[in-house]
T-cell receptor, first 116, second 115 residues
Framework: GNSVTQMEGPVTLSEEAFLTINCTYTATGYPSLFWYVQYPGEGLQLLLK?????DKGSNKGFEATYRKETTSFHLEKGSVQVSDSAVYFCALSDSEEFQGAQKLVFGQGTRLTINP | DGGITQSPKYLFRKEGQNVTLSCEQN?????MYWYRQDPGQGLRLIYYSQIVNDFQKGDIAEGYSVSREKKESFPLTVTSAQKNPTAFYLCASSMKTSWSYNEQFFGPGTRLTVL
């Protein structure tokens, strides 16, 4: 079945450091890929997405490129801020409809802490 | 403002009691979903619904029930049959386009604690 594997956390960085959170996936077909962010005590917010190979999703300084050859979708940011502290989830959706709805498969999440 | 609301934010339940978690959306989305989140884990799908009066089991449906009587509402009941109900519950919705469903939008969640 489809699965997502994320870099284990927690990850702790200093402000303005470069961030990479690794994400690899296993899927049949041609999934769409997503990064969601969860701030403490809140629901998930979509951070960025890519729907086909070589697409680059970007938002708020974060980027991720859909690499079909390496089945990866690593999240990067050039200079992190304290406000980026959160849990980040990589997810995929199968391109085939899941009985009419869209099933998302999530990684286990990576907790990121940025120190000033 | 459009969005998804979940209530209550915190819920405490005694063992053996059923409890219902509310989820309402005013985004006019077709599909709605319920997920369970445990510490240090990703989200697991409990139930989903693509249309009123229809819903399907997800990966961990045992001990849960849902209804979809209105497009905007998708309540989740955690029954006494659920052996380990303490968790953070997230509701989501998505809109169907002509060829697929868009990304899912999430509510703020309900934290359920069984005493």
């Amino acid at each position: 079945g489809n699965s997502v594997t994320q870099m284990e956390g927690p990850v702790t960085l200093s402000e303005e450091a470069f961030l990479t959170i690794n994400c690899t996936y296993t899927a049949t077909g041609y999934p769409s890929l997503f990064w969601y962010v969860q701030y403490p005590g809140e629901g998930l917010q979509l951070l960025l997405k890519a729907t086909k190979a070589d697409d680059k999703g970007s938002n708020k300084g974060f980027e991720a490129t859909y690499r079909k050859e390496t089945t990866s979708f690593h999240l990067e940011k050039g200079s992190v801020q304290v406000s980026d502290s959160a849990v980040y989830f990589c997810a995929l959706s199968d391109s085939e409809e899941f009985q009419g709805a869209q099933k998302l498969v999530f990684g286990q999440g990576t907790r990121l802490t940025i120190n000033p | 403002d459009g969005g998804i609301t979940q209530s209550p934010k915190y819920l405490f339940r005694k063992e053996g009691q059923n409890v219902t978690l509310s989820c309402e959306q005013n985004l006019n989305h077709d599909a709605m979903y319920w997920y369970r989140q445990d510490p240090g884990q990703g989200l697991r799908l409990i139930y989903y619904s693509q249309i009123v009066n229809d819903f399907q089991k997800g990966d961990i449906a045992e001990g849960y029930s849902v209804s979809r009587e209105k497009k905007e509402s998708f309540p989740l009941t955690v029954t006494s049959a659920q052996k380990n109900p303490t968790a953070f519950y997230l509701c989501a919705s998505s809109m169907k386009t002509s060829w697929s469903y868009n990304e899912q939008f999430f509510g703020p969640g309900t934290r359920l604690t069984v005493l």
